[in-house]
């Protein structure tokens, strides 16, 4: 899709009451990745990913886990609860989840796990066996499915980027924070307000495994633009070529790793991702001159700290 295009719908339908709704309608019409059938062995992936960063050190599963952007399919969420972990919160300072999503990624999921998808993997057999039965119900209302996935041990929770974690991370004993392709999307003014809040508050020895994204989000859907043609501008003009279902920060992967490094953490892991195109020399903004030339072939990065 024309990166123009998605930006009108977009400006047009999200400021508006049940714009997130219709805008997630026009999109599994546009975007045959606006279906969770899209993600699941992406999202299996990243799960497994914050699975194994916890069991390098520990031999039973997190018993409570807080996963930073809930988006329109929580399939991260189900698959660490199908793994075992006691509980997720799982929390969004955007109400993207809703009963259709949802009940799509219940499904989609419980097809998958029937058909055999990941045969190698050991699922908690009672949350399984309720994951299938559920997907065979019509579905319910959202308080509902809502209800459902308490069963299973996850929590679902909304905050406003002003207010932050402050109020999940005093409520529960975090074990270990994740997030997928979605620090990026922080403003960079809550950035460190965030990871400040989480290193105050949460126990020693937690862990906190995130996989971020570093790709211009434009080049997600149309084919005309590279994964870092947006480092050529300057904020006021990316600012005015994003809209807030694009809004990202653009920061490279040796500014996230002093960030965390900042906020006190100690890094367990780095793992850089590079760019999966071949990238033609261009000129970068001026915000960008005195980064490590490395910065700039790094697609993806999985990194895993610790609270001392």
Known sequence: MNWKLRKFLQDTLLNRPNGIKIYGSVMNFLNKSHQPEYWLDDKFTHSEFHWSAYQRGNQQPPETVLEIGTGWFPLVPLFLSLRGVKQIITADANPHLN???????????????????????????????????YSNQPIQPFESQIQFLSGIGIVYRTFSPKEGLTAILTTYKIDQVVSNNTLNCVEEQYIFQYLESLFKHLPHKSLLSHH???TDPR????????????????????????SRGLSVNRLRASEWINLFEKAGFKLLEVEPIPFKEQLNTMSFDARFAHLPERDFQIGWLKIIVQKP
């Open 99 to 133: 009963k259709t999503s949802l009940f799509k990624t219940i499904q989609a999921l419980a097809q998958a796990i029937q058909e055999e998808r990941w045969i190698n993997c050991r699922w908690e057999e009672e949350r399984k066996n309720a994951l299938i039965s």
């Open 212 to 214: 971020i994204d570093l």
């Open 219 to 242: 080049s997600h859907t149309d084919p005309h633009i590279n994964s870092i043609d947006f480092l050529q501008y300057n904020d006021l003009k990316w600012k005015s070529m994003e």
